[in-house]
Each structure stands twice: as C-alpha cells, then as structure tokens.
C-alpha cells in the first residue's frame, strides 16, 4: 500500500493550518490517498487549540516581544509554540487505518515517531495520551481530530526549538523547562532536518507497514488552501475566536 508524503518545508503559519484542512477535506472525498504532511513555519508561532480562549494560554505581551504569530487549528488539544527547529507532521487518513479508540490511535501514530527516534539512536517512549518523551522529557506531543471519514493527528518534533521563549510566550510554561528537551539535547548536536525527516517517513512507514511516495498538494488542494488561509486562518476573528 502506498500513501503520500508532502514534504513543504517552510510555510507560513496560517497557510500551514490552512493546508492541513485542505489535505483533510481532500482525503474525505477520497481524489488524494492518506497523506503524510511534513514542514516547519517560517516564523516562530502559537498554534491554538480550536477551543482555547487566547488570553488564558498566551502571554500577548511576550508573544509581541518576540514576533510570535498566532493561529488556531482545527483539533483541538493545547497551545503549543513552534518555530524553525521543530518538523511538524500531520497524518491524515481514513478512519479505518487507525485503531477507532482515540488512545490505541494516539499510540499507533505516536508509535512512528518512536520508530523516528529509535531510528536516530535514541531510546523514546510513548506517554499516554498523545506525548513522546526520552527520559521522562517530552520531545513530541499531537494533537487528534476525526471528521467525517478522516483521522488527522499533527504534532511537533523539538529538533533544536528555543525553549526559554516557548516557556515565556505560553502561561502553561511558566515555570523551569525541564520537563522538555530536543534533539539537540539528546544528541549533543544539530541534526540535519533532511536525516530527522527521513527517520520519521521510516518510521511511519514501519509503525503501518505503508510505503510511502513522495507527491504535492494537487491544484484544487492548494487553491482550498489559499482560500482558507486568506478567509479564515489569517483571520483575527477565527484567531481570536475566544
């Protein structure tokens, strides 16, 4: 069975969201196979739970110190903050290629990650729910949504992100970041990010015994997106929903 992988590098924050939605609607209407989205944003950035208020999980006033852009997602789950040092992946596929209880699925898709890491001499584990960490340390957490006939699941990879401005900009960090580490941490160096996608497009591979061949977003993909991220994603009304 072969799945897709898109592989779009750097993207502007709300065109990434806004391309994740895209790929989900074009997957729910079966013209693109399940696909596996890699890229980083080009600016450093919140990305919103959709059901979070943003006052009470962002710093503002840090969050405009450091030029650090907002958007809100379409899963849910917890703010997080990402910037040039992170990959983020995001799997979408039908339902059926997942287990249906949303923990057994957090852990199959999890799992690719640490077969990613494993792949890079490191000994991860899985923490329920939806959190990879190496030695009690979280270096990957994800965030889940189903809809219609999709599961989409994204998450981050700290490759060599900037800790001290992830704990300013968000409320739930405020305190020592030692609950968190990187690649870069773990390693001892920076890993190149083309060596850290390889391991982790082998590690989905094996966590669902999938191949997967290197494609794009199809003209009506992109267009979607274009839509969204002009219409909602850049949005202060969608960001600033709550």
């Known amino acids: 069975m072969k799945w897709r992988l898109v592989d779009s590098d750097m993207l502007a924050p709300a065109f990434s969201a806004a391309c994740d939605e895209a790929i989900l609607v074009a997957r729910n209407e079966e013209k693109v196979p399940n696909t596996l989205h890699l890229y980083r944003r080009n600016a450093p950035t919140i990305s919103m739970g959709h059901f979070e208020r943003v006052k009470e999980v962002v710093d503002l006033e840090a969050a405009s110190r450091h030029g650090v852009q907002i958007v809100r997602r379409m899963s849910g789950g917890s703010a997080i ?98 609950d968190m580490t990187s690649l870069r941490e773990e390693l001892g160096y920076v890993p190149d990010m083309e060596v850290v996608k390889t391991a982790i497009v082998r590690g989905f591979s094996s966590a669902f015994g999938v191949e997967f061949e290197r494609g794009d977003l199809t003209e009506e993909e992109r267009d979607l997106a274009d839509k969204l991220e002009k219409e909602k994603y850049s949005s202060p009304e969608h960001t600033y929903l709550r």
């Not at 290629?97 to 852990?107: I, K």
Request: proline share 5%; hydrophobic share 40%; glycine share 12%.
């Open 81 to 178: 903050y990402t910037d040039q040092g992170q990959i983020i992946y995001s799997l979408l596929i039908d339902r059926a290629s997942a287990p249906g209880d949303p923990v057994r699925s957090f852990e199959m898709v999890c799992r690719g990650i640490v077969l990613a890491l494993e792949g890079l001499g490191l000994d991860p584990e899985f923490k329920p729910v939806n959190d990879v960490q190496i030695g009690g340390k979280k270096i990957s957490g994800s965030a889940q949504l189903r809809r219609w006939g999709v599961l989409a699941q994204h998450g981050s990879l700290l490759v060599d992100t900037d800790l001290d401005i992830m704990c300013e900009v968000l409320k739930a960090r405020k305190r020592p970041r030692g």
